[in-house]
C-alpha cells in the first residue's frame, strides 16, 4: 500500500510540473489562433462571431489567464469593443473593467509585449458607460483616461472625445461643462480629410 501512495504523489508530482511547464506553450499556441480568427472576424465586421469566439477564450482561461501576465488583457479589451459594436453596454463595461484592473500594465509594460489596451480601456469603458446612460461614470472614465494616458503611445480622437464628454454634461444638466467641451472641440485644429 505503500508503494502506492509514493506511486499516486509522482503522478500527482509529474502531472503539476505538466501543467506548470507544458501547458503555458499549449496555451499560448491556442490563443494565437484565437487572436487571428477574432480578428479575422472583426476585419470583416462580424461582430457576434469575434465575440462568441473571445467570449468562449476569456471563460475557458478565467484562472489560469494569470499564467499569460498583462497581455491577456487583450482579449477583455477585443471582447469589450464586439459588445460596443453589438450595443450590449454592461457587458462591455465589465469587461473593460476587467482589462483595466486585472491586467494592468507594470513591470511588464506594453513595450515588453504586455497589455497595449490597458489605459485605452478606461475610453472605451465610458464610451459603453455613455452608451449605458451612466453618464457620471462615462466622465469620470474619461477624465482617469486623460489623467492616467501615455500620450506618446494612447492616441485619440480629441474632437470626438469633447463631443462625447459635452453629451454626457448636457445630460446630467451640467451646461457649462458641456459647453466648454463643445469649445473644445471646435477649437481643435481640423484634421486633413483622408
Not at 467570449?55 to 460596443?84: A, I, M, P
Request: with cysteine; hydrophobic share 40%.
Amino acid at each position: 500500500m505503500l508503494l502506492f501512495s509514493n506511486q499516486s504523489v509522482v503522478r500527482r508530482f509529474i502531472y503539476g510540473v505538466f501543467v506548470a511547464v507544458i501547458s503555458p506553450v499549449v496555451f499560448a499556441q491556442n490563443l494565437d489562433e484565437v487572436r487571428t480568427n477574432s480578428l479575422t472576424a472583426m476585419s470583416a465586421k462580424e461582430w457576434s462571431e469575434a465575440h462568441a469566439i473571445l467570449s468562449k477564450t476569456v471563460q475557458q482561461f478565467n484562472g489560469r489567464d494569470v499564467l499569460f501576465g498583462s497581455k491577456f488583457g487583450w482579449f477583455w479589451y477585443h471582447k469589450g469593443y464586439c459588445e460596443l459594436k453589438l450595443r450590449k453596454w454592461r457587458e462591455a463595461m465589465a469587461s473593460f473593467e476587467t482589462c483595466y484592473k486585472k491586467f494592468p500594465n507594470l513591470g511588464d509594460g506594453a513595450q515588453a509585449g504586455g497589455n497595449f489596451y490597458h489605459k485605452q480601456a478606461l475610453l472605451k469603458w465610458g464610451d459603453a458607460c455613455l452608451g449605458a446612460g451612466d453618464y457620471k461614470t462615462a466622465i469620470r472614465m474619461y477624465k482617469k483616461f486623460l489623467a492616467e494616458r501615455d500620450p506618446k503611445r494612447d492616441r485619440y480622437d480629441q474632437e470626438n472625445f469633447h463631443i462625447k464628454m459635452a453629451r454626457c454634461h448636457f445630460k446630467i444638466g451640467q451646461i457649462p461643462e458641456g459647453v466648454e467641451n463643445l469649445e473644445m472641440a471646435i477649437q481643435l485644429p481640423k484634421q486633413p480629410v483622408r
